[in-house]
């Protein structure tokens, strides 16, 4: 068995206040329906957690609280190609529901870059994006129906198994996101996608990440909508290098991953080229299941790259696609001003930028992250995108929602927990 410490935190870095009270690794509905019960009874906290990828500190145990640990529920419990939908488990690693619906040509399509070590309920508790986003959206976008327990122990089947249904509130989506703070999710009904018959792949680098992030918002305004659609800046090139002896940085300051998919993708990627071909340095296409992964090899390394340089906040913000440019220069001038180095890649093609400050000293990476955020609200977005609020980023709630729409998000959660111990001072 694991060292049980590591159930306390999560990958935000972000240390438990104390030690839980107890830990229970529950394998069928009725453990967690037991533990809720009697956390209830005795107004104990619970911490819900999958697998422990969140990089917002949803997962991170309180003092005396109960972990439940939900990863152990883990079977794919059906799948209707008809339908095409999938009966799963919390538990269950994303990359291997999507392969399991591979078997029957079809597809999960959120994919976030924690795909193969994330859990499902983990990516609907944070309602999880991922590289396919430009095309497909996130996980909200493919949950139908949900099973979850309450905090007083009581089972209930949310939503509809239909890819249709309006009857009653959307308390799916209200679920979706909440990271552990409303319910406890033991099941879903999720939404499968026909597998694209091809996938076809550009590449660009560019003279200044500027010129990158306009020609991504050049596709959009070309009428183009690439499943993928991903930046990363000079900096983060530099750092790919220096992790795997390529040489990225000494082709441009910046590069686009473009891929697009269907049955139309071959003839998709040229009008993607030929828009990109206007303000690139250069531009490389492929139908080569095999070039494509080589090619997209540095977007991949990103995150690995520059954790290789030492400790980092990952950050994640969102503005709207038309000021990508703006956002990805205010980043690097509030870098400047703060004398810290800042990273960026972003899922361009959603405008969420993941500005990764590497920590040298504590005061100015916060000093970074806080003006980081506060340009994404003057840019007209928000402070998370995909990650969550968790613990770190409660502090520009108010900031962003406004204190009547807060107040109004802390009703409903204490309608669905009057008691307030599903998974306390996180997200709300
Ligand atoms: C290398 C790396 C890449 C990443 N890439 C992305 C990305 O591209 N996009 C993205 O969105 N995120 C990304 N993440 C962040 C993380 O993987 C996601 O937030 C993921 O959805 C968390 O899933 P998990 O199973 O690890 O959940 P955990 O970290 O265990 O929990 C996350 C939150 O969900 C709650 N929770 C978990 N399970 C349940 C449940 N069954 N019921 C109720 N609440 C629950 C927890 O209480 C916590 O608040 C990345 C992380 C890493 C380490």
Redesign the pocket.
């Known amino acids: 068995m694991p060292d049980p410490a590591v159930l306390f935190t999560?990958?935000s870095g972000f240390p438990p206040d104390g030690p839980p009270r107890a830990v229970v690794r529950a394998r069928t509905v009725a453990d967690v329906q037991r533990t809720l019960a009697e956390a209830g009874r005795t107004g104990t906290p619970v911490?819900?957690?999958?697998?422990?990828?969140?990089?917002a500190g949803?997962?991170v145990t309180g003092r005396g609280a109960i972990v439940l640990d939900?990863s152990g529920l883990d079977r794919i419990l059906g799948i209707d190609p008809v339908d095409g939908i999938a009966r799963v488990e919390?538990g269950v690693i994303t990359a291997d529901l999507d392969r399991a619906a591979a078997e029957h040509g079809l597809m999960y399509a959120p994919d976030?870059?924690?795909v193969a070590?994330?859990?499902v309920?983990?990516?609907?508790?944070?309602n999880?994006?991922?590289?396919r986003g430009a095309k497909y959206g996130v996980t909200r976008d493919s949950v139908l129906a949900l099973d979850v327990v309450l905090a007083d122990g009581t089972l209930l089947h949310l939503g509809h198994d239909t890819v249709k249904g309006v009857v009653g509130l959307d308390l799916v989506g209200l679920v979706v996101g909440s990271?552990?703070t409303l319910?406890?999710?033991?099941g879903a009904t999720l939404r499968l996608l026909p597998r694209p018959a091809r996938v076809a792949t550009a590449v660009a680098y560019f003279a200044s990440v500027t010129a990158a992030a306009d020609a991504s918002i050049a596709l959009s305004a070309a009428g183009l909508r690439p499943a993928v659609l991903e930046l990363v800046d000079g900096r983060t090139l530099a750092a790919i290098d220096d992790l795997r002896g390529t040489g990225h940085a000494g082709r441009g300051a910046a590069l686009l991953l473009v891929q697009t998919d269907g049955y139309g993708a071959g003839e998709e990627i040229e009008a993607v080229a030929a828009v990109l071909a206007r303000t690139a340095l250069t531009v490389e296409t492929t139908l080569d299941p095999a070039t494509a992964a080589a090619l997209s090899a540095a977007r991949r390394d990103a995150?690995p790259a520059i954790e290789a340089k030492g400790r980092v906040l990952i950050e994640d913000i969102a503005v709207p696609r038309s000021r990508l440019a703006e956002a990805i220069d205010g980043v690097h001038a509030i870098a400047a001003a703060t004398g810290t180095d800042v990273f960026v890649f972003a899922h361009a093609g959603d405008g969420n930028l993941h500005p990764i400050i590497l920590v040298d000293t504590e005061a100015a990476a916060q000093q970074a992250a806080d003006d980081i955020f506060a340009l994404a609200l003057a840019l007209g977005g928000t402070v998370s995108a995909?990650?969550?609020v968790?613990l770190l980023k409660r502090a520009w709630l108010e900031r962003e929602l406004g204190a009547d729409a807060l107040a109004l998000q802390r009703r409903i959660k204490q309608l669905f927990d009057p008691a307030g111990i599903l998974?306390p001072g996180?997200?709300l």
């Open positions: 999560d990958r911490v819900t957690r999958g697998a422990g990828t969140g990089l949803g997962a939900v919390p976030p870059g924690s070590i994330s859990t309920g983990g990516n609907i508790a944070t999880a994006g991922g590289l990271e552990g319910a406890v999710v033991v995150l995909e990650h969550g968790g998974n996180k997200a």
